[in-house]
């Protein structure tokens, strides 16, 4: 059995070996997937859209593109980073197409074209903008404490 996948020793349900570390390698990707599988389901459905033309290009553009930046963060160096907008984009395509066995859904190649397009300015975004990637890099915990240490430096204007 190989090393990773053995559960040595376990008792009561709790991880003993390198399974843990496996188990913690694979919980990065725990968002990408669930977007994912989101995506997934919602293009198989009758979904509830606003009637406003082009407001759907925009959710194509945001979502892919928020997936792109999701899996650009997973481990690929900014020289790989073509390879999450690559994959990306063949689940945009994978989208369009599934859609074409769903009545009342169609294959629309602007819908592609926007989840590419959100892949690519997002991965972008995240690779080339240091101060982003680090705004998106930090814990809420650390945000949190920042706005708490400077609202105890401003007085408190009600008194």
């Known amino acids: 059995m190989p090393q990773g996948l053995a559960c040595r020793g376990a008792r009561g349900g709790e991880f003993v070996g ?62 790989r980073a073509w390879v999450a907008v690559a994959l990306v984009s063949l689940f945009g395509l994978t989208d369009e197409w599934h859609q074409s066995f769903t009545p009342g859904r169609y294959v629309e190649i602007a819908d592609w074209v926007a989840d590419t397009l959100g892949a690519i300015v997002a991965v972008t975004v995240y690779v080339r903008w240091p101060r982003v990637r680090g705004w998106l890099e930090t814990p809420l915990r650390v945000r949190q404490r920042r706005i708490e240490k400077t609202a105890a430096l401003v007085p408190n204007q009600s008194a």
């Open 18 to 79: 390198s399974t843990v570390t496996s188990l913690r390698s694979l919980l990065p990707w725990f968002w990408p997937l669930a977007l994912a599988t989101t995506i997934f389901f919602a293009s198989g459905g009758e979904v509830a859209s606003p009637d406003i033309i082009g407001i759907d290009k925009a959710a194509h553009f945001g979502l892919f593109g928020l997936l792109a930046m999701l899996v650009v963060r997973n481990g690929f160096p900014p020289r």
